[in-house]
């Protein structure tokens, strides 16, 4: 069956877990602690009851599960030959890791054994040798990306996970390279450099009604940190003014008590999980969703029945609860200290529950609409483009927590605006607020503060 290819292997599941009683579970709060008592104790913020063993399944699940996507990146897109490269049995110039770095991709160092470590510092390593990065696939130690081997240790297959796009790494080792920072997003990430790379473009050609050149234009011209997660639905490339359209990688951390999970609503996180996994990682599961039966919204969805989706084996649903615990276990990183300035964060934060009029629909403490967290293009000031490409024709409002780690890109759901102080403008002036420059820079601060 022909399905959605969009490498956005977010999945931004989520709802809320409900145990009342278990005899072996633990506090949840930043990190999963080690404290073990006879019942569930309630988290510090948002009230949250999960089980360890559940969420420590679930973690496995995105770090490390492909869902059996391998049929598609390998079997149709045949990445794993572009990887390897012709010197090694593929096709290509293949993916040495000193590029795979500059295409965004990470390096767990928490996966390398200590001689490889040491080997790398003392510069035995050929990082500009695809080889290595077969290596690196066989140490399971690239953030999002699992490789397969043969009896005879050679790399058959390669799939993706949800880790692909919503984890990165500390830089502890070095640029690209150091301890996973699971639930943030994958800013460096270069998903349409990666899917070009493919020598079966045709193949999604033939699925989008263009031909191979356009696809190429369209898969490099996303950029860093961005992908269109909805033209495997529609078949929309550009936008009206003709520039290539994709949006930012979300943040998977910090949405605890959040409704809907995607910039313009298609459903909670529970949904989106079950959607990315099938449609855009394209996992063997099942999936249904009626709404993209419509011919004339979603075309390239209903043509090829992406609505409707079995598979046997089920490769997904069992995993979804799992998966749904982990990441409501990804609360938002804390500010570093020294990172903005509190004295001018406090006042900000008067400013924002006052004459800005943000915590109107950025309520505290989820910093979201509680409940249908929906506005219209209108109401806040922009075109609606991507909001008439969704089932909703609206925007969510953008939960605020942990602000300050996903910055890069730009801010909105397609980095249109470079800076907070131009998104501070952008109310100021659609709402007619008259904020002072004190104003603005303070609440500025307080939002980095979030």
Not at 30 to 36: D, F, G, L, Q, S
Not at 133 to 156: A, Q
Not at 269 to 275: H, L, P
Request: glycine letters at 10%; proline letters at 4%; hydrophobic letters at 40%.
């Amino acid at each position: 069956m022909k399905k959605k290819y969009i490498a956005a292997a977010g999945s931004l599941l989520l709802a809320a877990g409900l145990l009342t009683r278990c005899t072996k579970t633990e506090t949840i709060t930043e990190t999963i602690t080690e404290t073990v008592t006879d019942t569930i104790i309630q988290t510090e913020i948002d009230t949250l009851f999960l089980d360890p063993s559940l969420v420590a399944e679930g973690k496995e699940i995105f770090r490390h599960d492909t869902f059996g996507d391998e049929a598609f990146w390998s079997g149709v897109l045949h990445l794993d030959k572009a990887i390897l490269g012709e010197a090694n049995g593929g096709y290509g110039d293949g993916v040495s890791p000193a590029t795979a770095l500059v295409v965004g991709l990470k390096v767990d160092a928490e996966a390398l054994p200590s001689e490889v470590v040491s080997a790398i510092q003392a510069g035995q390593v050929d990082l500009e040798d695809p080889a290595t990065t077969v290596e690196l696939l066989r140490l399971n130690s690239v953030v999002g990306v699992k490789g397969n081997f043969d009896d005879n240790g050679d790399l058959s297959s390669i799939g993706i996970t949800c880790a692909l796009c919503h984890s990165t790494v500390d830089d502890s080792f070095a640029d690209g390279i150091g301890k996973r920072l699971d639930g943030y997003p994958n800013r460096d990430l270069n998903v349409g450099v990666i899917v070009s790379l493919t020598d079966n473009a045709q193949f999604l050609a033939d699925l989008l009604h263009v031909d191979e050149a356009t696809v190429r234009t369209v898969l490099t011209g996303w950029g860093p940190g961005k992908f269109n997660a909805g033209l495997m639905a529609d078949g929309i490339a550009t936008k009206p003014d003709g520039s290539i359209a994709a949006n930012l990688l979300p943040a998977a951390y910090g949405l605890q008590g959040v409704h809907l999970a995607t910039y313009t609503g298609w459903g909670d996180v529970t949904y989106w999980n079950a959607f990315v996994a099938n449609l855009e990682m394209h996992g063997q599961g099942n999936f249904t969703d009626a709404r993209l039966n419509d011919p004339i919204q979603f075309p390239i969805a209903a043509e090829n029945n992406f609505g409707n989706v079995t598979n046997s084996p089920d490769l997904i649903t069992g995993k979804l609860p799992a998966l749904q615990a982990y990441q409501l276990s990804l609360k938002a990183p804390i500010p570093p200290v020294g990172s903005f300035d509190a004295a001018a964060a406090e006042r900000g934060k008067v400013v924002f529950e006052g004459v800005a009029q943000c915590a109107t629909c950025h309520i505290a403490p989820i910093f979201t609409d509680a409940g249908q967290n929906l506005h219209t293009a209108e109401e806040i000031g922009i075109d609606d483009f991507e909001a008439k490409r969704s089932p909703t024709g609206k925007y969510r409002t953008t939960p605020l927590r942990g602000l300050w780690a996903r910055t890069q890109g730009g801010f909105y759901h397609d980095g249109r605006f470079a800076t907070l102080a131009e998104v501070i403008d952008h109310y100021d002036s659609h709402f007619q607020l008259n904020l002072s420059t004190a104003d603005k820079n303070d609440l500025s601060e307080y939002l980095m503060s979030l």
